[in-house]
């Protein structure tokens, strides 16, 4: 442990931390929407320090044999070198795959999207809707930047123009969106000796004993867990973790 | 016959350069030219593993290159180093190297890492523009400070800084340059299309030429961050 997060240790037993956030305290939430160009859909958070960009790309494919009416989703969060020293180049890191797959779920388990809509032509012709999240500045941990980041890039996707059944580049994309039916929000909620915090720094992320990524949707209930970290969680745990990821994921909807 | 977005050939898109908005970074910088822009990230001097890539006389330079999958105006990019990223990585490389001294630091590596998230053309010459700020902001010595501008042919006339419709257009030219503006000297140059000697020196005077007011924009941008400090610290003295 380095000092300063021994220092962090110290502080949070007392009730505080290092940036004199509250434990239940998400750090600035700043958004901005459709910012790249070339995307068809695209949005740029910045939690702090941590930062991200999402995109999203709708290309033509064929569906999958088991649902011939419906298109099909994919997303992936690459950790870039460029965004913190502990990333290397090469194949996507065991850690990125976690993000990927729990942002994967909440949108998937959430039903926000009809993939119905996402149907061109029954059997034949599908869009394929491919997300993709990259952090510029990582700190802390990239689960709730990564879903927010991602449903803030859906709401402003639009299709892309076809010419004979293929995307046709060149022209100006549609003004049609597809209907976002829900806004599943993702709030991650930390246990740090016998505390409960949201939103931690890359210095607080060592302290983690144990984690509990919670996906809740618009009317409360909830749709995707993921318990990570080293520590075994009791119920009493977990209650008091889902109380609290309510009540962050109902603030963070008032602010979007 | 003059160009689609009405600019004089020798004049380049509309600039945006910053410095340092990667905080995890030792230096960092974006670079904005048009439509297409790069962010880069300089970690370092670190350790160089393995072992036996290290050079005991002086650091190593290393670049990455890659564009981020939703920044074409086509498909999908897969992640990851496809082929053209990592000739890219190499060119950039060489593009630098000979400006940056690396001598204080043996046995290390200083990593560049280039990302590009929306592309117009031109976006290894705007990758090049932020890697060489932010190797600047990381405080590494430096003889100058690199800049490179993608010049070429349409329409038979020599340009500069071409959008992806000119270089996608019939019998275009591309030839992206990187000059060290304080000798002239050329530290990157590439060239696809067809050309004659005489337009192939105009389109490198062309380059020489607008390189001295891309330089002024990188350098201000440097100049930002540590007026925008100083300016924070007499505020600060006098509270």
């Given at each position: 442990m380095n000092p300063v997060q021994q220092y962090s240790t110290?502080?949070?037993?007392?009730?505080?931390?290092?940036?004199?956030?509250?434990?239940?305290?998400?750090?600035?939430?700043?958004?901005?929407?459709g910012l790249v160009g070339p995307a068809d859909g695209s949005a740029r958070v910045r939690f702090g320090n941590c930062e991200v960009i999402a995109g999203v790309k709708l290309s033509v494919?064929?569906?999958?044999?088991?649902?011939?009416?419906?298109?099909?989703?994919?997303?992936?969060?690459?950790?870039?070198?460029?965004?913190?020293?502990?990333?290397?180049?090469?194949?996507?890191?065991?850690?990125?795959?976690?993000?990927?797959?729990?942002?994967?779920?909440?949108?998937?388990?959430?039903?926000?999207?009809?993939?119905?809509?996402?149907?061109?032509?029954?059997?034949?012709?599908?869009?394929?809707?491919?997300?993709?999240?990259?952090?510029?500045?990582?700190?802390?941990?990239?689960?709730?930047?990564?879903?927010?980041?991602t449903l803030i890039a859906l709401e402003n996707t639009r299709f892309p123009a076809l010419k004979n059944g293929v995307v046709d580049y060149k022209a100006e994309s549609t003004?049609?969106?597809?209907?976002?039916?829900?806004?599943?929000?993702?709030?991650?909620?930390?246990?740090?000796?016998?505390?409960?915090?949201?939103?931690?720094?890359?210095?607080?992320?060592?302290?983690?004993?144990?984690?509990?990524?919670?996906?809740?949707?618009?009317?409360?209930?909830?749709?995707?867990?993921?318990?990570?970290?080293?520590?075994?969680?009791?119920?009493?745990?977990?209650?008091?973790?889902?109380?609290l990821a309510l009540n962050k994921a109902k603030e963070l909807r008032e602010r979007l | 016959m003059s160009r689609e977005d009405g600019r004089a050939n020798n004049h380049l898109r509309e600039i945006t350069a910053k410095v340092g908005i990667i905080k995890n970074a030792k230096g960092s910088a974006f670079f904005k030219i048009g439509k297409t822009a790069a962010y880069a990230a300089v970690y370092g001097p670190r350790e160089l593993h393995p072992k036996f890539l290290q050079n005991p006389k002086?650091?190593?330079?290393?670049?990455?290159?890659?564009?981020?999958?939703?920044?074409?105006?086509?498909?999908?990019?897969?992640?990851?180093?496809?082929?053209r990223a990592k000739e890219i990585s190499l060119v950039t490389e060489k593009a630098l190297l000979p400006v940056v001294d690396l001598s204080d630091y043996p046995n290390a590596v200083v990593d560049v890492f280039i990302e590009v998230p929306q592309a117009d053309a031109g976006t290894r010459c705007a990758g090049i523009c932020a890697a060489a700020m932010a190797l600047a902001d990381a405080g590494l010595r430096m003889k100058d400070i690199p800049v490179s501008i993608a010049c070429g042919l349409v329409n038979g006339e020599v340009v500069a800084d071409l959008t992806y419709n000119e270089e996608a257009s019939e019998g275009a030219v591309d030839l992206p340059i990187c000059i060290l503006p304080r000798t002239g000297e050329?530290?990157?140059?590439?060239?696809?299309?067809?050309?004659?000697?005489?337009?192939?020196?105009?389109?490198?005077?062309?380059?020489?030429?607008?390189?001295?007011?891309?330089?002024?924009?990188?350098?201000?941008?440097?100049?930002?961050?540590?007026?925008?400090?100083?300016?924070?610290?007499?505020?600060?003295?006098?509270?």
């Open positions: 110290k502080l949070i037993s007392e009730g505080r931390r290092l940036d004199g956030r509250k434990f239940d305290q998400y750090r600035d939430i700043v958004i901005e929407k494919g064929t569906p999958f044999p088991d649902t011939p009416d419906k298109g099909a989703l994919m997303i992936e969060v690459e950790f870039l070198p460029l965004s913190s020293q502990e990333y290397e180049s090469g194949p996507p890191s065991i850690d990125s795959i976690e993000v990927s797959r729990v942002v994967d779920k909440c949108i998937r388990e959430s039903e926000c999207i009809n993939m119905k809509d996402l149907c061109i032509e029954e059997g034949e012709k599908v869009w394929i809707l491919s997300i993709d999240i990259v952090p510029i500045n990582s700190d802390g941990d990239l689960f709730d930047i990564s879903s927010l980041a003004k049609n969106k597809f209907s976002l039916l829900q806004k599943p929000i993702l709030v991650t909620v930390y246990k740090i000796g016998n505390e409960f915090l949201v939103d931690i720094t890359a210095d607080e992320k060592k302290l983690v004993d144990a984690r509990l990524g919670v996906t809740v949707l618009e009317d409360e209930s909830i749709c995707a867990l993921q318990k990570g970290g080293d520590v075994a969680l009791s119920s009493e745990d977990i209650d008091k973790m889902l109380s | 002086t650091g190593v330079l290393r670049c990455y290159y890659s564009m981020m999958p939703f920044s074409g105006v086509g498909e999908r990019i897969r992640p990851g180093p496809n082929r050329i530290t990157l140059l590439q060239m696809d299309g067809k050309i004659s000697k005489e337009k192939l020196m105009e389109a490198i005077e062309l380059g020489k030429k607008v390189s001295h007011d891309l330089a002024q924009n990188l350098r201000n941008a440097l100049l930002e961050k540590y007026i925008d400090l100083d300016n924070n610290h007499n505020k600060e003295d006098t509270k």
